[in-house]
Antibody
């Protein structure tokens, strides 16, 4: 069974950098096709895809946020880390960690973590 | 900017059938978009229903089916149950640019 859990700060000030960690289990990141990504959802709004990293270190980003985003993995500790720089109140959202198999299949979600940006 | 469009809201009676659509601003949605569908209930993370246009996950009830119709990705719910009341999101893959885009979501009311 695949499990994912997000962790990180609940509150940030404007212009700070967000660092989120996804701890996962139930699959091997050395297996071809495996990927872990991030999606966010502002309160009461739609989902927004952010980024994904694959078993072979390939990374892909939302073009509208590319300049602010970075995704890395620590396979030995079963973690994927997302950073988002220059946070603004509009970045307030629940951030979800997700599991992928290849390009076509997103099958598991973490419970999400709410990040609020406010001065 | 690429936009994925879904019906904002739909209403269906229990036992009925409803179709939700997912359109791309770039044109026809094909199998190359690997459309995925998700169900989200209040206060919960989304749950995956359909992947690669047609395929159910092992936990997806058989009343949910995915297809491609008229240049759009379609999610059909047959024999709707009260517990199907939720928000539904589609996700499309843009292979030329290696990114994914969610639709704006459809709020399904069972009434």
């Amino acid at each position: 069974q695949i499990t994912l859990r997000e962790s990180g700060p609940a509150l940030l000030r404007p212009r700070q950098t967000l660092t989120l960690t996804c701890n996962f289990s139930g699959f091997s990141f050395t297996t071809s096709g495996m990927g872990v990504g991030w999606t966010r959802q502002p309160p009461g709004k739609a989902l927004e895809w952010l980024a994904v990293i694959y078993w072979n270190d390939a990374t892909y980003y939302n073009p509208s946020l590319r300049q602010r985003l970075s995704i890395t993995k620590d396979t030995s500790n079963s973690q994927v880390i997302l950073t988002l720089t220059s946070m603004e109140p509009s970045d307030t959202a629940t951030y979800f960690c997700t599991h992928r198999r290849g390009s076509g299949r997103l099958d598991s979600w973490g419970p999400g973590t709410l990040v609020t940006v406010s001065s | 900017q690429t936009v994925v469009t879904q019906e904002p809201a739909l209403t269906v009676s229990p036992g009925g059938t409803v179709t939700l659509t997912c359109a791309s601003s770039t044109g026809e949605v094909t199998t190359a978009f690997y459309s995925n569908w998700f169900q989200q209930k209040p206060g919960q993370p989304p749950r995956a229903l359909i992947y690669s246009s047609f395929n159910r996950h092992s936990w997806t009830p058989a009343r949910f089916s995915g297809s491609l119709v008229g240049g759009k990705a379609v999610l059909t719910v047959s024999g709707v149950q009260p517990e199907d009341e939720a928000d539904y999101y589609c996700l499309l893959y843009y292979v030329d640019s290696y990114f994914w885009v969610f639709g704006g979501g459809t709020k399904l009311t069972v009434l």
